[in-house]
């Protein structure tokens, strides 16, 4: 009976343990879980990076693109009617993502003009003139000047900033980012820290009102 009586504390024992051993385990999944979710949501909203619309909108679309990206330019104009669709509840967030050669000194000057109050100006002349600059899928900065010279900016200090160590290091946070979030293509899109399920305009839509609706 003494026998018997060890064997069932020592099961209890093993039992007991597996019990915590189980709660540990999910306790540092969780926990693993968490700080995924925190570092991809850092990872996906930066200070200060370009925005318009809403401040307060309760949809939020953070878009990864590429100003030499032809697919990039043939969305802008559908982001805008998502956002004139539900006025004042989608605000859009761009970020770097210069996958194409020679766009990383593009997206310096986009940058750049962004320090000036001049981001959306700027990309959309770029958008509207981008067969002029981008030539066998190869950006080519010195053919943008032109372009922007119509827009106000102060083209001096436009280029002081495009090759200054701040500049450069948005870009590099840019990129690091879009290599955390899995980003490989642009345009990407994130609506209020969803990944669209598969890429098209209409799956964007549909989570953009889907939000919108959820946030009413």
Not at 168 to 187: E, F, I, K, R, S
Request: with cysteine; glycine share 8%; hydrophobic share 45%.
């Amino acid at each position: 009976m003494k026998h018997k009586g060890i064997l069932i504390a020592a099961t209890g024992l093993l039992i007991l343990g597996r019990a915590i051993g189980g709660f540990v385990y999910k306790t540092q999944a969780d926990e693993r879980s968490a700080q995924s979710a925190a570092q991809s949501q850092r990872a996906l909203l930066r200070a200060n990076s370009p925005s318009f619309g809403n401040a307060d909108a309760p949809v939020h679309i953070v878009e990864f693109l590429d100003p030499a990206c032809g697919t990039c330019s043939d969305f802008y104009p559908f982001v805008k009617g998502l956002m004139a669709a539900h006025p004042g509840k989608v605000r859009v967030t761009v970020r770097y993502a210069p996958f194409h050669p020679g766009s990383d000194q593009v997206v310096k000057v986009l940058e750049a003009a962004h320090r000036q109050g001049q981001f959306r100006q700027t990309l959309e002349a770029l958008f509207a003139a981008q067969p002029v600059w981008v030539l066998n899928h190869k950006a080519q900065v010195d053919l943008i000047w032109p372009l922007l010279s119509g827009l106000g900016l102060d083209m001096e200090r436009l280029r002081t900033d495009m090759n200054s160590t701040a500049v450069a290091q948005v870009v590099q946070q840019d990129l690091a980012d879009a290599n955390t979030l899995g980003v490989a293509m642009t345009p990407e899109f994130f609506v209020n820290g969803k990944p669209l399920p598969k890429f098209g305009y209409d799956d964007l839509k549909l989570l953009v009102e889907d939000a919108v609706a959820k946030a009413k």
